[in-house]
């Protein structure tokens, strides 16, 4: 099956809708929780899980996206998919009914393990049902959902949580879940070569194994102490040596490392990672500014991150009808010193006002639209279909591992940088008991506003980072790339 055939009997604009559906599902699904959270918590007690709620599916769709990615390659995207979102839906059932918080972690592992198919897997069948002048432009269509649900979903976390239980912050799911199931299971046919499966089950668990450890250093390291953060990353290491082995003897392995070897896919895919590090600083640390040390109020603060939100879409959809005509490397390029100037803007301007620290993240919007398009349709311009699940993981995996080491990043920074202002290294405790208004001591906020400027500091490293990858992107032309793809 190539990137230009479909089985004749899909109806494409109804398994689209299905996607899209899927996707603001499983989209929606961490900002809906984010505004919902301290209502729940407040319910069910637990407060010291309040971390792992997140971490907890954060965890779980990052182990499974690979292997979800390799799945959908040996029995066809349809069945995947829609095991994925049958999971999806069991979890929010749980989540719903969860009768405290060490439940409501369990749950939302669950969750996590269903969450994990859905974005790849949709991204991968866009690639697999549109032609490579049409990838761009329905991709940059998708993309623009994730800017939709992230205003969308605080809004309707608070009025959930204000005029209902708190349960349909989960139950909200099943309608999308089971309409998206509905219409793949009647309206996606696959032609899928049947040949008995032979499944790696030893780098299955090493990768879960490395990334299992890896993510809890990142997400849960600075909890648990030095001395477990090195445990911690020492299995990842020790794990991921034995991946790498198990995948070069393996008859058909998790991840084909032929892709990594590939210039555009290992770039886009550090490209990927880097600008993951300086977006999760922006969501994290820029409301924190504008609220803490401008003292603005929590909505100003969500509207500099909402900026973000909607300049990813637009580029998202521009950048889809530029892709085939411009090429790979220009567009890389443009994203890559838009997420720099974004970037540059709030390090340099943010304490003009909220206005400049939205505009800044509007840039880096725009950067990231440009980037995620461009990347995910060369990468999949760049494989046949027996490749595009596992290569089109790869590069969503890389995000959420940015994403994650962004967030241990950046929160080392500004420890760091609020132990040495406030010394004795008292500043994380100080930041954690940081009260509403602006009356505390002002040297408080002052070692608060320099901590904060560190991190920003330091998302522009990234940035920057993120710029000299894309600029080494080789300048190839998509069909031609279409035209001698990996296959296998």
């Known amino acids: 099956m190539t990137s230009a055939t479909r089985p004749p009997k899909t109806r494409r ?37 309040y971390s792992w ?33 049958l999971i999806f839906l069991a979890g929010s059932i749980l989540c719903g009914v969860a009768w405290s918080m060490p439940a409501l972690v369990a749950f939302r592992f669950i969750q ?32 623009s959902v994730w800017g939709v649900s992230a205003i969308v979903g605080p809004l309707a976390g608070a009025l959930i949580v204000q005029h209902t239980t708190w349960a349909w912050v989960f139950w909200v799911n099943l309608p999308f879940g089971i309409v998206a ?15 008995k499966p032979n499944i790696d089950f030893a780098g299955a668990g090493l990768i879960i194994v490395g990334l299992v450890s890896l993510m809890l250093a990142l997400t849960q390291g600075g909890r648990w102490g030095v001395a477990a953060v090195v445990l911690l990353l020492a299995v990842a290491a020790v794990a991921t040596w034995l991946f790498l082995r198990q995948q070069r003897r393996a008859a058909d392995p998790i991840m084909h490392l032929e892709l990594w070897q590939d210039r555009l896919i290992a770039l886009a895919n550090a490209a990927t990672l880097c600008s993951g590090i ?25 509207f500099t991150v909402c900026a973000m939100s909607v300049g990813w879409p637009i580029a998202s959809v521009i950048t ?52 995620t398009t461009t990347f995910i349709v060369a990468i999949q311009t760049s494989v046949g279909w027996a490749k595009r699940g596992v290569a089109t993981a790869s590069n969503m995996l890389m995000r959420i591992l940015g994403n994650a080491l962004g967030a241990a990043v950046y929160g080392g920074a500004l420890n760091l940088a609020l132990g040495q202002t406030l ?11 940081l009260p509403e208004g602006v009356d505390a001591a002002a040297p408080l906020y002052s070692s608060l506003s320099s901590g904060l400027h560190t991190v920003f500091w330091t998302v522009l490293l990234f940035a920057l980072i993120t710029v000299v990858a894309c600029w080494l992107v080789p300048d190839q032309n998509l069909r031609e790339r279409e035209s001698r793809k990996i296959d296998g």
Do not use: N, W
């Open 13 to 49: 604009a109804l398994v689209l809708a299905a996607l899209v559906i899927a996707m603001f599902m499983a989209a929606i699904e961490a900002t809906i929780v984010a505004t919902a959270l301290p209502t729940i918590a407040g319910k069910l007690g637990g407060i010291e899980l």
């Open 53 to 85: 709620v997140f971490s907890a599916f954060l965890l779980m769709q990052a182990v499974t996206i690979p292997i979800y990615g390799k799945l959908s390659d040996l029995f066809g995207r349809k069945p995947v998919l829609i095991m994925g979102i």
């Open 320 to 371: 889809g009808h530029l892709l085939v005509r411009t090429g790979t490397q220009r567009l890389a390029r443009v994203g890559a010193c838009a997420i720099c100037a974004g970037s540059l803007i709030i390090a340099l301007a943010v304490d003009r006002g909220p206005l400049v620290a939205g505009l800044g993240s509007f840039f880096v919007g725009i950067g990231l639209g440009v980037l």
């Open 181 to 195: 199931i509905a219409l793949v299971s009647l309206y996606l046919h696959e032609e899928i070569e049947r040949k």
């Open 423 to 433: 010394g004795g290294g008292r500043g994380a405790p100080l930041r954690a008991t």
């Open 112 to 143: 996590g393990i269903g969450a994990g198919a859905v974005h790849p897997l949709a991204t991968t069948l866009i690639g697999d049902l549109y032609t490579l002048e049409e990838r761009g432009r329905v991709q940059g269509y998708m993309s």
């Open 278 to 302: 300086a977006m999760i600083g922006v969501i994290s640390f820029l409301p924190m500014f504008v609220q803490r040390v401008l003292g603005e109020s929590a909505l100003v603060a969500g």
